[in-house]
């Protein structure tokens, strides 16, 4: 595969709009892939152009090694993405993915490339405020620890997790996804601010990322639209698409009127 067409095997696009009035690029968790976001697309406006983000490691890019770092994989992304900066677009992470999706907005305007109308976090933590020491990071853990911290996190097929051949494949990936969140810093003593509008989401039980972490992105934020909690842990959406699809609408429309087409 050239490395043309591997940047372009990472945006994935379940229903292709050719003139969107938006396009949303969803990034998905530590460990994840596109999957995360199968069901959203048909919930969003027509307008939209829906495209899910897939990393290096997985799915059509399986036979590529992981990324293992924040810049690293977020410039993977922007030269993916690139060609399709023609309309007005915006960013939407979860955990690992809200991470790549504010790195992904400050190389953008590192390039002086067209930046996000919108910018939504997700479950994961500020880089504004110290971390609170965690203990070790996971992806340095032995793998029995390894596995019993990711039963208890949520996210992943039990199969994965308890099936040693199938961890066996997995655990690999899952430990470069983990090293991108535990190594990254920001680039100066003080994080880069966030200057596009921004909104904030998580799960009330999130015993990942605690609501109040959460909201610690607000201290960086320019413009900071909303900041909603949902019933539920870290991976507050199963089961609530329908809820947090229109939440994000609602924010987009109230960031860039107008592009809500349905």
Not at 5 to 15: D, E, G, K, L, N
Not at 208 to 223: I, R, S, T, Y
């Amino acid at each position: 595969m050239t490395e043309l067409a591997t940047t372009a095997a990472s945006v994935i696009r379940p229903r292709p709009v050719d003139d969107p009035e938006l396009r949303l690029f969803l990034l998905h968790h530590a460990g994840g892939s596109h999957l995360a976001y199968r069901d959203w697309a048909p919930r969003f406006p027509a307008s939209w152009d829906i495209c899910l983000l897939e990393a290096p490691g997985r799915g059509s890019l399986s036979q590529l090694p992981a990324h293992v770092t924040a810049p690293g994989l977020s410039a993977h992304f922007l030269d993916a993405v690139a060609p399709r900066l023609d309309v007005p677009f915006a960013l939407f992470g979860h955990s690992m993915g809200a991470l790549i999706a504010y790195e992904m907005t400050q190389q953008l305007a590192e390039r002086f490339l067209p930046e996000p109308a919108w910018l939504g976090i997700s479950s994961c933590e500020a880089p504004f405020e110290p971390a609170a020491d965690a203990g070790p990071p996971l992806y340095t853990l032995p793998s029995p620890q390894l596995r019993n911290a990711l039963a208890a996190m949520g996210g992943l097929p039990p199969t994965i997790i308890e099936d040693d051949d199938i961890w066996q494949l997995y655990e690999p990936r899952l430990r470069a996804d983990f090293q991108v969140v535990g190594e990254w810093r920001p680039r100066r003593a003080g994080a880069d601010r966030i200057a596009v509008p921004c909104s904030l989401f998580g799960g009330e039980d999130d015993a990942v990322v605690a609501p109040g972490h959460l909201m610690e992105w607000a201290a960086g934020a320019d413009q900071l639209i909303g900041q909603h909690l949902f019933a539920g842990a870290h991976f507050y959406f199963d089961g609530l698409a329908d809820e947090v699809v229109a939440q994000i609408v609602e924010e987009i429309d109230t960031a860039l009127p107008g592009t809500a087409s349905w």
